[in-house]
């Protein structure tokens, strides 16, 4: 598949509505490792909010739960990570990252993963974002590199 459109395909932009209308929050590059049935994997992506948020859940039909792993800590939902105001916000491997627990079968190379990202903004609202990650073994920005 050609490069731009493989990034455009990884790429996902929401709008809000209601009190946090005009903001926008965008996830770039979703990916996540292989794993076999009742294994975890590692999911990564940049998040970025233009009015800020805090990442509170994510929750994926493939595993039987979603944890933040910071460091060296573990947290389940609910979790706060923070994304302040037009920063992006690296998930990589061996830095923050999403943990997806004892997936429910093989994830195989190539195939796309849904995953739901649930916001807190700082008005109290809150925002469901859908994001499509690809199983692969490096980021698509290292793929792009080679």
Do not use: I
């Not at 609910?78 to 923050?96: C, E, S, Y």
């Amino acid at each position: 598949m050609h490069a731009a459109k493989q990034w455009l395909m990884a790429l996902g932009v929401a709008t809000l509505a209601g009190p946090s209308a005009g903001a926008v929050f965008q996830v770039t590059e979703p990916w996540m490792r292989p794993a076999a049935a009742a294994a975890s994997t590692e999911a990564y992506m940049e998040l970025t909010s233009s009015s800020g948020a805090t990442l509170v859940g994510v929750r994926s039909p493939v595993a039987a739960g979603v944890a933040l792993v910071t460091g060296h800590k573990r947290q389940a939902p609910p979790f706060a990570l923070d994304l302040p105001p037009g920063t992006a916000v690296t998930l990589a491997p061996n830095r923050t990252r999403l943990v997806l627990q004892q997936v429910v079968r093989p994830l195989k190379l190539g195939e796309h993963v849904p995953m739901t990202l649930v916001l807190r903004h700082a008005d109290g609202t809150t925002q469901e974002v859908e994001v499509d990650a690809e199983v692969r073994r490096r980021s698509p920005a290292a793929d792009h590199h080679r």
